[in-house]
């Protein structure tokens, strides 16, 4: 994600740090695209941290209290749809969290499906239908499925006593 170069003037007509450019840039994003729902709710999660992060010394008031609005909007944003609102579907939010969960464990397994599935205390088979079927937007996450060879080994056919 690229943002625009802010440099805001200093007294004196000095630019502001560089670490300091990016973090009004945040704020507005959030405040503009994170409310509104236009952006995932981890990546207005993902975009208050660096804010918040860039931040961590100014004592600027004004600032300051942007930075709490952003914080609402983001724990808004994290504590999903409201029962009861306009538009709250039950299947619809369940699938939501499933899908985020699946992408937590697939980010912290590498896009191994056998390591996210026992994070998540699923087989490997399962979690692999679920990808397949109910969240296919979350296929680019994971490694490339390999096929394993079968064994050319067999047990020999057990013999029948007649």
Avoid: W
């Avoid at 625009?4 to 945040?26: K, T």
């Avoid at 010394?57 to 749809?81: I, K, Y």
Wanted: proline letters at 6%; a positive charge.
């Amino acid at each position: 994600m690229t943002l625009p170069d802010e440099r805001p003037e200093r007294p004196g007509g000095f630019s502001a740090p560089a670490d300091e450019r990016p973090a009004p840039a945040l704020l507005t994003l959030i405040e503009e695209q994170g409310a509104d729902g236009s952006l995932h709710s981890s990546e207005v999660y993902e975009l208050y941290q660096r804010a918040d992060e860039l931040l961590r010394e100014r004592e600027d008031a004004e600032t300051l209290a942007r930075l709490r609005t952003c914080a609402r909007v983001v724990m808004r944003r994290l504590a999903g749809p409201e029962v009861g609102s306009e538009g709250f579907n039950m299947y619809e939010a369940v699938q939501d969290f499933e899908a985020r969960l699946i992408e937590r464990a697939l980010e912290k397994a590498c896009g191994s499906v056998t390591k996210a599935a026992r994070l998540l205390g699923l087989t490997h088979q399962t979690l692999g239908t679920i990808l397949n079927t109910r969240h296919k937007s979350l296929a680019a996450k994971r490694t490339p499925v390999r096929r394993r060879l079968r064994s050319i080994f067999r047990k020999p056919p057990a013999k029948s006593r007649h």
